[in-house]
């Protein structure tokens, strides 16, 4: 008999200059703004496809977690903006303060996140979402309560990953979105498999970028995504107080209708900034592949690689992800002689 098996793809650990990609073009936009301001202007720029019952997915965090995204940011945006939306979490894989409902409600309320309702959204189990297009699945499960919502606000904390390299919203979705006990241990574990870590490098970020595609499939149109690129820690927010001290230069919003290229501008920006600020978070994405997530998407038809950067600071003007970074600073930390150095000549 002749199985056939699917086969990763390579080259998640290289980076594709912009010249060298094909294809059309979506917008972003970009906003250097980042203030409660600056995320209600980016946010009035994408969200014109929410409708009826909006859910937001953003990433709450472990207990104490130093970078995530400011509660009075997203308070504000949801009160003036979105009075009736409810933040949309699942519980985690893996043990900590977020693994079961109890203790998650628990870290939600020393986190900050109790000023709108929270709906964990795989407390009572999951649902099947079908995957048109995936070679790893055809069907994701999500949490339960997902389906009861009309459209998506994608709000992510832009950040590296321990495994991912990056999480952006591709990781927000595909893993945030997919519930603790089946969607979860399909994206990390091969079957059979006593090692709940066992799947990396290039065919974990394709499962992630298939799962988020069997949910925006199910939203779309009704999606749209804001990544901000603050606190940029190579570490996730999934690693609390644990996550390692934040070397990268904090650099915007940026906003889009499509998913790969809201990511795609990120790490483009990332590459981008001056004197090597963005080295820390090249280097972890780089040596987990996850590049990957990027191309997987492309080749799934989840949107485009190419993009134009509106510049909602400067009356609308078209830039490039170099112009957009020019004048950022690199971080300076202390060494060990108490003395400062420029990461980028460390």
Same mark, same amino acid.
């Given at each position: 008999m002749n199985m056939k098996f699917p086969v990763p793809g390579t080259g998640g650990d290289r980076y594709v200059p912009y010249?060298?990609?094909?294809?059309e073009e979506s917008v972003v936009f970009f906003?250097?703004?980042?203030?409660?301001?600056?995320?209600?202007?980016?946010?009035?720029? +994408?969200?014109?496809?929410?409708?009826?019952?909006?859910?937001?997915?953003?990433?709450?965090?472990e207990a104490?977690?130093?970078?995530?995204?400011?509660?009075?940011?997203?308070?504000?945006?949801?009160?003036?903006?979105?009075?009736?939306?409810?933040?949309?979490?699942?519980?985690?894989?893996?043990?900590?303060s977020r693994f079961t409902t109890e203790d998650h409600r628990k870290t939600l309320e020393i986190n900050g996140w109790d000023f709108c309702p929270v709906d964990i959204t795989d407390e009572d189990g999951a649902v099947a979402f079908p995957l048109e297009g995936g070679k790893w699945f055809t069907e994701m499960h999500v949490g339960k309560n997902l389906p009861n919502y009309d459209s998506l606000l994608v709000l992510t904390h832009f950040k590296g990953h321990t495994m991912g390299g990056f999480g952006g919203s591709n990781k927000n979705i595909g893993i945030g979105c997919a519930d603790a006990k089946i969607g979860k241990k399909a994206i990390h574990c091969a079957e059979g498999s006593d090692n709940m870590w066992s799947i990396a490098e290039e065919e974990l970020m394709e499962r992630i970028a298939e799962s988020t595609k069997a949910t925006i499939d199910?939203?779309?149109?009704?999606?749209?995504?804001?990544?901000t690129m603050r606190n940029m820690s190579v570490s996730c927010d999934c690693e609390g107080k644990e996550a390692e001290p934040v070397v990268v230069p904090d650099v915007g919003f940026i906003a889009s209708l499509d998913i790969l290229a809201a990511d795609q501008a990120c790490m483009d920006l990332i590459y981008n900034l001056p004197e090597g600020g963005g080295k820390a978070l090249i280097e972890r994405v780089e040596t987990r592949h996850g590049l990957r997530q990027l191309?997987?998407?492309?080749?799934?038809?989840?949107?485009?690689?190419?993009?134009?950067?509106? =510049?909602?600071?400067?009356? =609308?003007?078209?830039?490039?992800?170099?112009?957009?970074?020019?004048? +950022?600073?690199?971080?300076? +930390?202390?060494?060990?002689?108490?003395?400062?150095?420029?990461?980028?000549?460390?």
């Open positions: 010249e060298e990609r094909t294809g906003t250097r703004d980042l203030s409660e301001e600056g995320l209600k202007k980016i946010y009035d720029r +994408v969200s014109s496809v929410l409708e009826g019952k909006v859910a937001v997915k953003l990433h709450t965090g104490e977690g130093p970078n995530i995204i400011p509660r009075p940011w997203v308070k504000e945006l949801l009160a003036s903006r979105l009075p009736e939306a409810t933040i949309v979490e699942t519980n985690t894989y893996y043990e900590g199910h939203f779309a149109p009704h999606v749209c995504y804001i990544n191309t997987y998407m492309k080749e799934l038809g989840m949107g485009n690689d190419r993009y134009t950067i509106i =510049d909602i600071d400067n009356d =609308d003007a078209v830039i490039t992800a170099a112009e957009a970074v020019k004048d +950022v600073k690199p971080v300076w +930390v202390p060494d060990k002689y108490n003395t400062f150095w420029g990461r980028n000549k460390h």
